[in-house]
């Protein structure tokens, strides 16, 4: 795996906006807020990586979480954070679930052509290699962080503190 390309993408190098730059400055107000016809807030969009990364963080380390039933149960069903304790809360378990996979992505070779275990039965008909789970994971971050940069663009707050393309 090419540790350096994975980190670039997963921390923001090049086309990507960096992941936590794109979240750690958010107020929980603007977390919470929602525009017609896009069905997600950032705080949702926020929670439902955090799952992903968790799911296939257990996943990797042997533990075989419960796949979810439905969609919906990846993601937070409250458009708002309860209380800004939660969305600190969650912005740090982002960060530390980035760290994790970052971790992860300097493996051995051996290590990263380890199989995952499938844990439903969609996995089987992909790649799941330690390298291959830890590539959909930054592809995922990287689709949903977009859709927090267009999120905050229209909500007049990009580009973020720790910085932004805004051309």
């Not at 089987?124 to 994971?137: E, N, R």
């Amino acid at each position: 795996m090419a540790e350096q390309v994975f980190k670039e993408l997963l921390y923001g190098k090049g086309a990507h906006a960096n992941a936590l730059a794109c979240v750690e400055d958010v107020s929980m107000e603007l977390a919470g807020r929602r525009i017609e016809n896009f069905p997600h807030s950032i705080w949702q969009l926020v929670g439902h990586m955090n799952y992903w990364m968790s799911y296939e963080l257990k996943r990797i380390r042997g533990e075989a979480p419960p796949y979810p039933e439905h969609a919906a149960e990846s993601w937070p069903a409250k458009s708002a954070p309860p209380s800004e304790e939660e969305w600190r809360g969650c912005i740090a378990l982002f960060k530390n679930l980035l760290a994790q996979l970052g971790v992860l992505a300097g493996s051995s070779p051996e290590e990263l052509a380890r199989q995952i275990p499938a844990t439903h039965h969609g996995h089987t008909k992909i790649s799941s290699s330690l390298q291959a789970v830890l590539w959909q994971l930054v592809v995922h971050n990287s689709y949903h962080i977009g859709q927090v940069a267009t999120l905050r663009r229209f909500f007049g707050a990009w580009p973020p503190q720790g910085g932004g393309d805004s051309w």
